[in-house]
């Protein structure tokens, strides 16, 4: 008697006529307040629909604009641009000392470049300068997202054969740029809080620790939202391309992060030029 009421229960709620109700895609505010409280289920959901440039364009242009903001009013606090023109200057002047031992320039070329750039700190930002800074933010924020998209999509693609295109790998990784706007929020409030510049929220930057020392690239490496952001990217990458399993997901986000990190530092210590560079 009870199977035949659940039966006939269920006959009933999808009866012929009944029209199923299509789901909704979710709004952009959605989105946004799902991939902070619920990644795995707005992920899901966004996966169902095709992947739309808005999804990643969006918050990468306001994380972006965010960063030159939080640049802006970082460098405009008389104490920390000192701090940061201090230690740009010394490490300038260690990378230098450094090629003119290996013979790539003189010890006049090295004082005559290092003059120039102190001369051009001490004059503080210029309006010129501001608007190159967020231009340059805007211009290889945008070139690195595309870059090192490109490189989850080939894995997710050809690797992992998932079902999928390019478009659905921006869409993962533009969507973790409302974690990066947090970071950037609560990396300026500290920076004026704590009186010196800090670039993130690793235990490097707690420790005002030299990251271009292993100890210190590994420390940096230690950062709760730069861990949360690739998690949820990690997520994210396997509901959009439909993938049984995050595991192989999470193995190649994180590779990236870490291996590639590795292969800029030692490149750094090999071509001390590229330090000039920040990296």
Do not use: C, H
């Amino acid at each position: 008697m009870d199977n035949f009421d659940s039966n006939d229960s269920t006959s009933s709620n999808t009866s012929p006529g009944a029209e199923v109700q299509p789901e909704e895609e979710l709004s952009l505010s959605d989105k946004m307040v799902g991939i902070i409280s619920e990644p795995s289920t707005t992920f899901e959901k966004i996966s169902k629909f095709p992947p739309k440039t808005m999804d990643w364009f969006t918050p990468m242009l306001l994380l972006l604009v965010l960063v030159f903001i939080s640049q802006f009013l970082l460098l405009n606090n008389k104490e920390l641009y000192y701090q940061v023109k201090e230690k740009q200057i010394a490490r300038m002047e260690k990378n230098f000392n450094e090629m003119v031992k290996q013979g790539k320039m003189t010890q006049d070329q090295a004082n005559t470049q290092l003059n120039a750039i102190q001369d051009r700190m001490d004059k503080g930002i210029t309006p010129v300068q501001i608007v190159f800074q967020g231009v340059g933010i805007l211009i290889f924020g945008f070139i690195i997202f595309f870059i090192i998209t490109g490189i989850y999509f080939l894995f997710a693609k050809f690797a992992f054969k998932g079902d999928g295109s390019y478009q659905s790998a921006l869409v993962a990784s533009g969507m973790v740029s409302y974690i990066g706007m947090i970071q950037v929020i609560v990396t300026t409030i500290l920076a004026f809080v704590m009186g010196r510049m800090m670039n993130d929220t690793s235990v490097a930057s707690f420790m005002d620790m030299d990251k271009s020392t292993f100890t210190g690239f590994i420390l940096a490496k230690l950062d709760v939202f730069s861990i949360w952001s690739y998690s949820v990217l990690s997520i994210g990458l396997a509901k959009m391309f439909k993938a049984s399993s995050a595991l192989k997901y999470f193995l190649l986000v994180f590779g990236v992060w870490i291996l590639g990190g590795l292969l800029l530092f030692f490149l750094a210590e090999a071509i001390p030029f590229l330090k000039l560079f920040g990296m």
